[in-house]
């Protein structure tokens, strides 16, 4: 068989695929914009499991006219200029593949407006494709609506798993970013319904309440601690709530971790969480845990997983 260079429709579908692995992906995706657009309000709206509908709306900066149809190419992005900022990058997102992998195995409408604005504008892209860019009424801030997700590649629709675990898995990256910013307020329906709320008040222990609940909650007890690097003075801080021994259960899912306001999966951390139990609690139970990480960026590499879910 022949070498031949691949269209551009396939390659941004295979792109996509390590980018957007299932509906909660693209909820993370469109979430992390939002933060990093400095959203107050964040509203997550979904139906089907996420795979007829996806909505995610802000209050944040929104994008201005002129570079709307940016957004939408990939490798484009506003939070980054050259190599040398991967060692400083403070923005959940940085390498402008979110959008451009989510239009590609997607119908997606973006309606955006900046404060100082008149008019918002809307685009609608289908399959990577550009049908509409039009001036419209918005309010400020952007609203990404996401629907028939994968398609145009039905290999991936296929080994979606039940539309009951695709919700729980987008319910989790909601509250996980709602425990990792409690300044923001977040809201999220599911099939027309309003399933959770976080009070936005900054306080970290009102957003675990939330999901949680109040009876675990107070089995837990909150934990802060710092350690300064001599060589640079810098420090590493660790805050957030852990339970007493009392409160275990038999799977690792409520051991919750973020990194610089990222949530991470890391053995590491994890390991270090489930041995300070390991004489407290009967082997194969593990606590509940929500351990925030603060670092320099520098001290960090969230650039070794296409879906910066593992850091080094």
């Given at each position: 068989m022949?070498i031949?260079?691949l269209?551009?429709?396939v390659?941004?579908?295979i792109a996509?695929g390590e980018v957007?692995?299932?509906?909660a992906?693209?909820?993370?995706?469109?979430?992390?914009?939002s933060l990093?657009?400095?959203a107050k309000?964040?509203?997550?709206e979904y139906?089907?499991g996420?795979?007829?509908?996806?909505?995610?709306?802000d209050?944040?900066q929104?994008?201005p006219?002129?570079?709307?149809?940016?957004?939408?190419?990939r490798?484009?992005?506003?939070?980054?200029r050259?190599a040398?900022?991967l060692?400083?990058?403070?923005?959940?997102?940085?390498?402008g593949?979110a959008?451009a992998s989510?239009?590609?195995?997607?119908?997606?409408?973006l309606s955006?407006?900046?404060?100082?604005?008149d008019?918002?504008?809307?685009?609608?892209?289908?399959?990577?494709?550009?049908?509409?860019?039009?001036?419209?009424g918005a309010?400020a801030?952007t609203?990404i609506?996401?629907?028939?997700l994968f398609?145009n590649?039905?290999?991936r629709?296929k080994?979606l798993?039940?539309?009951?675990t695709?919700?729980?898995?987008i319910?989790?990256?909601?509250?996980?970013?709602?425990?990792?910013?409690p300044?923001?307020?977040?809201?999220?329906v599911?099939?027309?319904?309003e399933?959770?709320?976080?009070p936005g008040?900054?306080?970290l222990?009102?957003v675990v309440v939330k999901?949680?609940?109040?009876?675990?909650f107070?089995?837990?007890?909150e934990v802060?601690?710092?350690?300064?690097?001599?060589e640079?003075?810098h420090?590493?801080r660790?805050?957030?709530?852990?339970?007493?021994?009392?409160?275990?259960r038999k799977d690792?899912t409520?051991?919750?971790?973020?990194v610089?306001?990222?949530?991470?999966?890391?053995?590491?951390?994890?390991?270090?969480?489930t041995?300070a139990?390991h004489?407290l609690?009967?082997?194969?139970?593990?606590?509940?845990?929500?351990?925030?990480?603060s670092?320099?960026p520098?001290?960090v590499?969230?650039?070794v997983?296409?879906t910066?879910a593992?850091?080094?």
């Open positions: 022949p031949i260079q269209p551009d429709e390659v941004a579908q996509a957007v692995e299932r509906p992906s693209v909820v993370k995706e469109l979430i992390e914009n990093d657009a400095g309000n964040i509203h997550v139906a089907g996420g795979r007829q509908r996806i909505r995610v709306s209050d944040g929104g994008i006219v002129t570079e709307v149809q940016l957004a939408l190419v490798h484009a992005t506003s939070k980054l050259s040398q900022d060692q400083h990058i403070l923005t959940l997102g940085f390498r593949e959008l989510i239009a590609a195995v997607s119908h997606l409408t955006t407006r900046q404060r100082d604005e008019v918002g504008t809307e685009v609608r892209v289908e399959g990577g494709a550009l049908v509409r860019n039009k001036p419209i309010p801030g609203v609506t996401v629907e028939n398609f590649t039905p290999a629709l080994f798993k039940s539309e009951n695709e919700k729980r898995q319910s989790g990256i909601v509250m996980n970013y709602a425990m990792a910013y300044q923001v307020r977040f809201v999220m599911q099939d027309g319904r399933i959770f709320r976080s008040s900054g306080q222990g009102d999901v949680m609940g109040l009876d675990i107070r089995e837990m007890l802060a601690g710092e350690t300064r690097i001599q640079s003075g420090s590493i660790v805050q957030g709530f852990v339970s007493q021994p009392t409160l275990n690792r409520r051991i919750i971790l973020f610089n306001g990222r949530a991470v999966q890391d053995s590491g951390l994890t390991y270090a969480v041995q139990y004489m609690i009967e082997k194969g139970r593990h606590p509940y845990a929500v351990m925030m990480v670092m320099p520098d001290y590499d969230v650039n997983h296409p910066k593992e850091v080094r």
